[in-house]
């Protein structure tokens, strides 16, 4: 079992910063790709980031390509999404999720999830 926490989101104004955090616990966290999802509400969960086990490739939505940065750091546990010049289109709760070896692009690849963390962007 993995388990995930999320924390770092809050209500930025538009054109703002937030860094999202995702501690990870239980199995050896360098073993697993992790990604970053998203839900707005009555939308389904989409894609954001994700980043493979050495955090030496990674991969982005066109959406926020260019203004989120996936990281990792394998000594701490914990895997990061930086996401600058917000938008109120990236107003959702955001996911973050863990599976082994590879990452994907598709939710339901990923094995284990966090509870998530609400991001709000005012215009």
């Known amino acids: 079992q993995v388990q995930l926490v999320e924390s770092g989101g809050g209500l930025v104004q538009a054109g703002g910063s937030l860094r999202l955090s995702c501690a990870a616990s239980?199995?050896?966290?360098?073993?697993?790709?992790m990604g970053w999802f998203r839900q707005a509400p009555g939308k389904e969960r989409e894609f954001v980031a994700a980043?493979?086990?050495?955090?030496?490739?990674?991969n982005y939505a066109d959406s926020v390509k260019g203004r989120f940065t996936i990281s990792r750091d394998n000594t701490k546990n914990t895997v990061y999404l930086q996401m600058n010049s917000l938008k109120p289109e990236d107003t959702a709760v955001y996911y973050c999720?863990?599976?082994?070896?590879?990452?994907?692009?598709?939710?339901?690849?990923?094995?284990?999830w966090g509870q998530g963390t609400q991001v709000t962007v005012s215009s």
């Open positions: 239980g199995r050896t966290f360098s073993n697993y790709a």
């Open positions: 999720a863990a599976r082994p070896l590879l990452p994907s692009a598709v939710a339901t690849d990923y094995d284990y």
């Open positions: 980043i493979t086990t050495r955090g030496s490739n990674t």
